[in-house]
């Protein structure tokens, strides 16, 4: 793991979280100074745990940012897949864009030094053509979710400029590791239980994100000074197609993959007469990114490789314990 400068305490939202705990994990094991703020005790047993409340623009957070000197914001209202709030881009924008705000003015005012927030490379958008997403695009956000997260980044951006707390915005795409949920898990099951999956003959390309490199990423920003007032996105450097990418997990797991040949066109028809268009534009769609600006400004590069991170995951699939603090 890339290890830079002295930082004083750290400030973790969504401690408990995927990437959170990760994260968290890590810079305990590197003895940082970590403050994990959660939303509730109850889902937090360290000592050094902070229970916030929910994310909102009523929520006090003084007791917890007094003395620190980074903030890693990854607490959000998640991406979900059937949003039962009777105005979901209200819920979001409550937490997301709100919320975000107002931790960022009362970092500022406690004299916090550095904020790094967790987007999504769906402020991009939602696919990719020939090209990969890169920093320069112009957002295209297609849902509440990808929406907040963009508008998130522009109050961060205002407030930068008008206290002069330092931002540095990171856009990940599709998050796999120990800990998975959503999407990948269910997936990780599909290909564990023989399932026959009709994506043989999908022509893709998916930019990923193991959990490791994303970590990594976020510890070099803490403190490298040419991270301040910079967007990044974020890959493991290799793009994979749908089909490659349950090639490889079979193969890790010990199973025959079930590829059937069937048409795409099909499949998004299919789809889209169930109520599972956007399911479907995961797993046929390209989703790309280009990370040249991180590794070019910040000389980082993922310690990682796809392949480490899939057998991580596998093991971790498994019910081995992984560690995330392994010195890399």
């Known amino acids: 793991m890339t290890k830079r400068g002295a930082v004083g305490t750290i400030v973790v939202t ?19 100074d970590v403050r994990r703020v959660v939303r509730d005790l109850a889902a937090e047993s360290g000592a050094d745990g902070a229970a916030i409340g929910e994310t909102g623009p009523d929520t006090d957070w003084r007791v917890v940012l007094e003395g620190v000197d980074v903030v890693v914001h990854l607490a959000a209202r998640a991406h979900v897949i059937r949003d039962e709030a009777s105005d979901p881009l209200g819920a979001f924008r409550a937490v997301n864009v709100t919320g975000t705000a107002t931790l960022a003015r009362a970092a500022a005012r406690v004299g916090v030094r550095r904020l790094i927030y967790l987007s999504s490379v769906k402020v991009n958008g939602e696919y990719t053509g020939r090209a990969p997403f890169r920093e320069s695009d112009t957002p295209v956000p297609k849902d509440a979710y990808g929406l907040s997260k963009y508008e998130a980044e522009q109050v961060l951006w205002q407030i930068a400029a008008e206290t002069g707390l330092e931002v540095t915005i990171l856009r990940p ?10 999407n990948f898990l269910r997936l990780l099951q599909w290909v564990d239980g023989g399932f026959p999956l009709p994506l043989a003959s999908v022509k893709n390309q998916r930019s990923l994100l193991y959990v490791g490199n994303l970590v990594d990423a976020i510890v070099t920003c803490l403190s490298h000074p040419a991270a301040a007032g910079q967007l990044f996105l974020l890959s493991d450097g290799e793009d994979i197609s749908t089909p490659v990418l349950i090639r490889r997990l079979a193969t890790a797991l010990a199973r025959r ?23 479907g534009d995961r797993l046929l769609g390209s989703l790309t990114v280009d990370s040249t600006r991180i590794r070019q400004r910040l000389g980082w590069n993922p310690p990682y490789s796809m392949a480490e991170g899939l057998r991580s995951t596998i093991s971790w699939f498994r019910g081995m314990d992984v560690s995330y603090s392994e010195d890399r």
């Open 257 to 279: 993959p079930h590829l059937l040949p069937f048409p795409p066109v099909l499949l998004r028809f299919a789809a889209a007469r169930v109520g599972k268009e956007k399911e």
């Open 14 to 32: 969504g401690a408990n979280g995927f990437v959170g705990y990760a994260l968290c994990s890590f810079l305990h094991s590197a003895g940082h």
């Open 173 to 182: 795409p599709l998050v796999y590791g120990p800990g998975v949920k959503a």
